[in-house]
């Protein structure tokens, strides 16, 4: 049999070394238990004077040496995993408790401890061995007792005892390690399944960030750059509408720009710096929206908010981006308002247009199996900044209403993380596809 056996007999890692020596451990602890138990009766059958003496003598010096061995198992355990010798010897020492009180008293059962834990230390062949050494020192210690009366079934009952243990141990041997190698597996198979996800949401991410962001400025680069062309081939140009478009067209490109560097910093995992005021920043992209799309769009409310995360300020922008484009595509609207208002706790910015509002009957995966990720990317966004968005008609008698409500944190107070929103939201149609 091979001294290494227990470490590495079957393929196991450390948690399944650690959950082996463990059992182990326990197992001293039961023999432990087995001699404190049996102890008492045994002296008292003992033969007074020297018979009782012996008795006491074996009893104390294998319950110090259990002890030691089950109070210092990390220091004495690897080593006698690894030798087997060590057991042996501690076989042979215990069967001290065998000639001194005799194989009938009850400590004569400490003795199927050994095959157990050769079973779950060295797997079948070590209890094969330890339990066949254990029944041969039973069987000699029966037979030389001088006036034995026992039959064989006595004399059979212990060693069979033995050979009971030694494959109960080996078979816990095997359960330990088919759960190890089950459990290996089941944490293999979840970071895979964790890295595919990640790889999915940062695909997920990286397209919304392209359709709502930089996809969609380049688009209107190119309307502003069109316009500039038809204006320039006029009979009569007009200058100051030339340097309007062509302001406009500047703007957008620098937009784009800085949409680019922005997700570049998120892909290098680069710390963002935060926003100064995104509400000055909305105000001005309204303004924008009207000039390159002649549908007029109004900004109210607050003129200023708490400075915010760069990604969340960038978040913010383009949902409310979305938004317009989809009234501007979709909605045959005539006018969006776009409204943003502070609470001591809260940002809530509204956009909402009077267009022909949303078809019914119409679920997010619906449009996400039709390729139209417009809401579908507007929810995304609300959802990995901790905010709440709401769909739907609103309170005008047409039209439809996209409101962001984001909590803020007190300025007294550090940042803390914002609360996980609700998966879906509240109203939800397919008027803004884009």
């Not at 008492?40 to 061995?69: D, E, K």
């Not at 057991?87 to 059962?109: E, I, K, M, N, R």
């Not at 034995?148 to 212990?158: D, I, K, N, R, V």
Request: with cysteine; aromatic share 4%; proline share 7%.
């Amino acid at each position: 049999m091979n001294g290494h056996e227990a470490a590495d007999a079957e393929p196991g890692l450390s948690i399944q070394v650690n959950a082996l020596q463990a059992m182990c451990r326990q197992v001293f602890g039961f023999r432990l238990a087995m001699i404190a138990i049996a102890a008492p009766a045994a002296l008292l059958n003992a033969n007074p004077g020297l018979g009782q003496r012996l008795v006491g003598a074996a009893v104390v010096v294998t319950f110090m040496v259990s002890y030691a061995l089950f109070r210092d198992w990390e220091r004495f355990g690897p080593l006698l995993l690894r030798h087997p010798t060590l057991l042996a010897a501690d076989t042979l020492f215990g069967s001290l408790l065998l000639v001194s009180a005799g194989p009938d008293t009850t400590l004569a059962y400490v003795s199927v401890c050994t095959p157990l834990l050769a079973g779950i230390a060295y797997s079948w062949r070590g209890a094969a061995v330890f339990a066949s050494l254990q029944s041969l020192i039973l069987v000699v210690v029966q037979t030389a007792l001088p006036h034995s009366t026992a039959g064989p079934a006595e004399t059979l009952l212990l060693p069979g005892f033995c050979v009971i243990t030694g494959a109960v141990g080996s078979t816990l041997r095997g359960l330990l390690l088919r759960f190890g190698t089950a459990t290996q597996a089941l944490t293999a198979m979840r970071s895979r399944l964790a890295v595919a996800e990640a790889v999915s949401e940062e695909r997920a991410r990286l397209a919304r960030e392209m359709h709502d962001s930089v996809a969609k400025t380049l688009h209107g680069v190119a309307l502003a750059a069109e316009g500039l062309a038809t204006t320039a081939a006029a009979p009569a140009p007009n200058p100051a509408l030339l340097r309007q478009q062509a302001d406009l067209v500047a703007r957008a490109a620098r937009r784009a720009a800085t949409e680019s560097r922005a997700l570049l910093t998120d892909l290098r995992g680069e710390q963002a710096p935060a926003c100064a005021d995104v509400l000055t920043e909305l105000e001005s992209r309204t303004r924008d929206f009207t000039a390159r799309t002649t549908l007029k769009a109004t900004y109210r409310g607050a003129a200023s908010a708490p400075p915010l995360p760069e990604p969340v300020a960038r978040h913010l922008l383009s949902i409310t981006e979305e938004a317009m484009e989809n009234a501007h595509r979709h909605a045959a609207a005539t006018h969006v308002d776009v409204t943003a208002e502070i609470e001591p706790d809260l940002l809530r910015i509204s956009v909402h247009d009077d267009g022909r509002g949303l078809p019914p009957h119409t679920a997010l995966d619906e449009l996400r199996r039709a390729g139209h990720f417009g809401l579908v990317g507007m929810v995304e966004r609300a959802e990995s900044m901790g905010a709440r968005i709401r769909i739907g008609r609103g309170a005008g008698a047409q039209g439809t209403e996209v409101v962001v409500e984001l909590p803020l944190a007190p300025a007294q107070s550090p940042p803390l993380p914002l609360p996980v929103p609700e998966r879906r939201p509240r109203d939800v149609g397919p008027s803004a596809a884009a």
